[in-house]
């Protein structure tokens, strides 16, 4: 009996060869050879275009910036920031489940044991001796169980986990692109910043000898107080820009040090002393559509969690079929410990199950529909992060190339604004202009060269996150667990 029972059990896996519900095949995806906005020609602001980088050179982009400090706040962050740790729990919690899941394809052996003595009253066993109404028993033994998965619910359960997993890799992917992103820009912000609080300091000092001027002026009586007043209200206003350029300088140097994984006072006293902003290349290369969805990890999670939901339709489906399990039990019972394993003591079970759940058709249908309703979800989803990414990349293509034009016109605008402030002072001491003309000559000088600070700011920052929507020159990707990795 327990022959033919197992012989029934080995053909029933032999027979489970096909597994119910779509097997997953990845969307196609229509893309252009280019994208529109990628320009090729040489820089606009007339300089030559740097070469296009390559793949070493993009390993770790932060590095091509030359700035040490970049470098260091980028690897800190990677290894200590919080948001990132708790990504990379849940993608051990992910290979957690899928190891679960795969041992569901053996049998699962438990083993339990007891010994009890109990004692049966006089009423119970009327003329027995109150020695013998007392009965021991001990008992040792071993289960198994075995789901025979002939119509594949387990085989999909196990895909349907491993694509989980392979999609809480893809999410950590994703916030460490996107951490080192916030890390770059917020860098690139606070030397702009920075730079910016410098202009404001050195148009500060020129306007107060301006004031000087025309103090000396009023005082040797070739001047008047409203002069004075005019000259001293611009000298406040440019002033006034100091503490709120302060005040931006100190909240960012905080937020490097949280994404860094330490107080918000951390890296004062390491982040104060400027430095100038990083030197940018006149264009990056972005490759083309089709390489960007390959390696964008929001669209890889996206196609994951679609390939998981399809899987969940035949784990739905498998309800619709019986399911078989194989059990056993081997064991040993005796009302003497000493008598335990003895030939006679011996116990056994071998059984086959069948549960199947044709009478509650009803919900096994409804659940299909749900599982059917998830997948339509998540292609949509899907297909939405593919649409995202692709614009996500021509706006940044599209701002990083403007902002470099914007550079070039603004860094004329600086120049020549400098050069009027000088003349018109030189004219002021000659007396060939009035105090208007120099006082108006220095406030465009202090907005024109404000304006190419924020300008190249926004620059390096147009970049960061053109690397980041191309997601590509990021550390090397955490290392796949080695559930995830089998297939």
Not at 138 to 166: H, I, K, M, P, T
Not at 289 to 312: C, K, M, N, S
Not at 374 to 400: F, I, M, P
Not at 448 to 466: H, I, P, Y
Request: with cysteine; glycine share 6%.
């Amino acid at each position: 009996m327990v022959i033919r029972s197992l012989a029934l059990g080995v053909a029933a896996a032999l027979l489970a060869a096909c597994a119910v519900g779509p097997d997953y095949v990845r969307p196609s995806v229509a893309t252009a050879e280019r994208f529109v906005r990628d320009e090729p020609a040489a820089a606009q602001d007339g300089a030559a275009a740097a070469p296009a980088p390559t793949p070493e050179a993009e390993a770790e982009f932060w590095r091509s910036f030359g700035d040490p400090l970049l470098t260091r706040l980028v690897e800190d962050a990677l290894a200590a920031n919080h948001d990132l740790r708790i990504a990379l729990a849940r993608y051990d919690r992910a290979n957690a489940l899928l190891r679960g899941a795969k041992l569901d394809r053996w049998p699962a052996v438990t083993a339990s044991g007891s010994a009890g003595e109990s004692r049966a009253s006089a009423d119970q066993m009327p003329g027995v001796p109150r020695a013998d109404r007392d009965v021991e028993n001990y008992q040792l033994q071993a289960d198994a169980s075995w789901e025979l998965d002939l119509f594949g619910r387990v085989r999909r359960n196990v895909e349907a986990q491993r694509a989980e997993a392979w999609a809480a890799a893809s999410d950590l992917d994703a916030l460490q692109v996107a951490i080192v992103g916030e890390v770059a820009r917020s860098y690139a912000e606070l030397r702009g910043l920075q730079e910016r609080l410098r202009v404001a300091r050195e148009n500060a000092d020129n306007q107060r000898e301006t004031l000087r001027l025309v103090q000396a002026r009023l005082d040797a009586g070739r001047g008047t107080e409203f002069d004075t007043a005019r000259a001293n209200a611009q000298l406040q206003a440019t002033l006034a820009r100091v503490p709120v350029l302060e005040a931006q300088v100190a909240v960012t140097m905080h937020r490097l040090a949280v994404l860094t994984g330490r107080t918000p006072e951390a890296l004062i006293a390491e982040l104060t002393p400027p430095q100038p902003l990083p030197v940018l290349p006149a264009r990056l290369d972005p490759g083309t559509p089709g390489e960007l969805l390959r390696r964008r990890p929001d669209v890889i999670a996206a196609e994951h969690r679609l390939h998981a939901a399809t899987a969940r339709i035949g784990v739905a489906t498998a309800d619709l079929f019986p399911r078989f399990t194989l059990g056993g039990l081997i064991g040993s019972q005796a009302i003497d410990s000493d008598a335990l394993f003895e030939r006679d003591s011996e116990t056994r079970l071998v059984a086959l199950g069948v549960d199947w759940s044709f009478l509650d058709i009803g919900r096994v249908r409804a659940r299909i529909a749900a599982a059917d309703a998830e997948a339509s979800g998540e292609l949509a989803r899907y297909q939405q992060a593919v649409l995202l990414a692709l614009e996500d990349t021509e706006n940044a293509l599209v701002r990083y190339a403007r902002s470099r034009v914007e550079d070039q016109h603004l860094q004329q605008a600086a120049a020549d604004s400098a050069r009027a402030a000088q003349l018109a002072r030189v004219r002021y001491d000659a007396g060939a202009a009035d105090l208007f003309e120099v006082l108006d000559a220095e406030r465009t000088r202090l907005t024109a060269e404000d304006a190419l600070a924020e300008a190249r700011t926004r620059s390096v920052a147009n970049a960061v996150a053109l690397y980041k929507a191309l997601a590509g020159g990021w550390p090397t990707r955490v290392p796949l667990r080695e559930d995830v990795a089998r297939r």
